[in-house]
């Protein structure tokens, strides 16, 4: 009984933190990859899955339809979701919530088997220690985003599945024999599915066992059935997604004070994750003025202390591992800057297997005073003076994830110069019919990205929406104006289009649904209304044709029919409808 206590503290504790989540609805990326995703409805989409990028599903215009990315468990875990509870919000975040308190448990057994293997191979250590570093983790305000954001749940997949693998293959050094090593390879292999930062840390392997005393020779070759894992899934991914894209541009210079910038901020988290903000709009630095912030001096500052520490230290070996844990799993999300989409670079859920490495850190810590002092008075007093002010800020960073309206709020007071924010606050404001605030949101949008069609297109929607559709077809002829692609375009000539014909101008409804037809919008009403702009215009024969058409798309369009037939009776006008 006394060993399941552990457990049941961290059960408790994270769920209390944590209780928001269960109000929480979906926000972000959740819309696209469950509420308009195909592959999760069905295990026949499998095929699919596997032999796609992550968002070659999606044909919307959130984001384009191929990625860097390549992730198919995140896919079949959603899946599996969606088989239990459909579109419930409150489903996957318990799915989340859960994925989360697992790996607090590995993190307990991990620094359970580590503490206690200096000791004959006992891995029954005290308790106390694991404890305290499987409640740093799970209480780490920088795990905030990936636990109550749904669409994170590879964040937490991954971290969970390399985590099982870590803690069998030190079971498997400890007398537990090949079937343990073998199931932590082939578990490691579905870490590689979950994300693609499980490929760069294959070498951790071949390193703990380094770290453990074994001969450089004996230690290589116990990892290298991990490296060549990884190489294969390498081989896989890029067979299937090609060569990664960038999709930010910069100099080798700017690539430079990039890594600095990101490396500081992160260091900075990872120590002091405090006044956590929920969006950092990423702007390649251009001078090293740019860069000059406390980040650098916290990275200094950390560097030379564990400089220090590791030189005094006894345990060098496991403190180097941890601490190359910690910057292996960091290095992606730093050094391939160039390649991560969107304004959306530095996140504190690419924080999320790091702080995994760094609560095992602070236990070896805590392990070191315990054997200076009395316990007592050297692990519960600092254990206490962090885990509560971690709990409190836990819980107030995951408050701000539980509907895209509060997100984006705060988001807007975190990164005022974002044009994302603005825009995306303005989406929110008229999705609860506020249209007013939401043209203020637009209109700041536009001052920070004045080529921006979407926002234009919004601002166009949202005065329609007032009656003013003077203001609202001035906004879309801008959006036309600005429009990348001929699939925006033709939605804007549709819309544009409709507000003609509504304001009895059929000429140019004519033009614009012409445009918007003749691009691919296969749409039964869109062809209905350019046969009603025609029939205004006495063109009858183009008319025909149009209402001919929108009956052959959808034969139920009783618009249409009803059109069709006042034509063919002689209405010249025909079709108010």
């Not at 990028?53 to 959130?62: E, I, P, R």
């Not at 790996?103 to 307990?108: E, P």
């Not at 860069?291 to 403190?319: C, D, M, N, P």
């Not at 104006?481 to 000539?493: M, R």
Request: net charge positive; with cysteine.
């Amino acid at each position: 009984m006394r060993k399941a206590v552990p457990f049941f503290v961290i059960l408790l504790v994270t769920t209390a933190v944590y209780y928001c989540v269960w109000s929480g609805g979906f926000l972000r990326d959740d819309f696209p990859v469950i509420t308009e995703n195909p592959w999760i409805t069905s295990p026949g989409y499998i095929p699919d899955i596997f032999t796609s990028s992550l968002w070659s599903f999606y044909k919307g215009d959130f984001i384009t339809g191929t990625s860097n990315y390549y992730r198919p468990v995140m896919h079949l875990l959603l899946m599996g979701s969606y088989s239990l509870f459909g579109t419930d919000p409150a489903g996957y975040h318990a799915v989340n919530l859960a994925f989360h308190i697992l790996n607090a448990f590995l993190v307990f057994l991990t620094a359970s088997a580590l503490l206690g293997s200096k000791e004959k191979n006992d891995i029954n250590r005290p308790l106390l220690l694991p404890l305290a570093a499987a409640l740093l983790f799970a209480l780490h305000p920088a795990n905030a985003e990936p636990v109550v954001w749904v669409a994170a749940i590879g964040e937490l997949s991954f971290t969970f599945f390399f985590m099982a693998a870590f803690y069998l293959f030190i079971l498997s050094g400890l007398g537990r024999g090949a079937v343990f090593y073998a199931l932590s390879i082939c578990v490691y292999g579905v870490a590689l599915f979950s994300k693609e930062t499980a490929t760069v840390l294959a070498p951790l392997f071949a390193l703990y066992g380094i770290a453990e005393g074994r001969p450089l020779i004996q230690a290589v070759k116990r990892g290298a059935p991990y490296l060549a894992a990884a190489i294969v899934f390498v081989l896989i991914r890029s067979a299937i997604v090609g060569a990664l894209s960038a999709e930010h541009a910069m100099s080798g210079f700017q690539y430079i004070l990039s890594v600095l910038t990101l490396t500081a901020q992160y260091a900075e988290k990872l120590i002091f994750p405090f006044g956590i903000k929920l969006y950092y709009p990423f702007h390649p630095p251009t001078s090293f003025s740019d860069i000059v912030s406390h980040e650098l001096a916290v990275l200094f500052l950390l560097v030379a202390g564990l400089a220090f520490w590791i030189w005094k230290s006894s345990s060098r070996r496991t403190i180097v591992f941890f601490l190359l844990w910690i910057m292996m799993s960091l290095s992606p999300a730093i050094l391939m800057v160039k390649y991560i989409q969107g304004e959306w670079v530095f996140a504190s859920r690419y924080l999320y297997f790091s702080t995994a490495g760094f609560s095992i850190l602070a236990a070896i810590a805590l392990n070191r005073l315990a054997s200076i002092r009395p316990v007592k008075a050297a692990t519960i007093i600092p254990v206490l003076l962090v885990l509560v002010p971690f709990a409190f800020e836990s819980a107030r960073v995951s408050r701000f994830w539980t509907d895209e309206f509060s997100f984006w709020q705060k988001a807007v007071v975190d990164a005022p110069s974002s044009p994302t924010t603005h825009a995306s606050l303005g989406v929110a404001y008229a999705q609860k019919k506020m249209y007013g605030e939401a043209i203020r949101e637009y209109e700041a949008t536009i001052k920070i990205a004045p080529d921006s069609a979407g926002v234009y297109s919004n601002l166009g929607v949202a005065y329609y929406n007032l009656n003013e559709t003077g203001k609202a077809v001035l906004m879309f002829e801008k959006a036309l104006s600005f429009a990348k692609d001929e699939s925006s375009g033709a939605s804007l000539n549709a819309r544009v289009g409709i507000i003609y014909l509504e304001k009895d101008l059929p000429e140019k409804a004519a033009f614009h649904l012409e445009k918007a037809v003749s691009a691919g919008m296969n749409d039964s009403n869109l062809y209905n209304f350019l046969g009603i702009a025609f029939a205004r215009l006495g063109r009858s024969d183009k008319a025909y044709a149009a209402f001919s058409e929108a009956l052959r798309i959808d034969p139920q369009n009783g618009h249409a029919r009803q059109n069709l037939k006042k034509l063919n009776e002689g209405g010249a006008g025909a079709g108010g409808n």
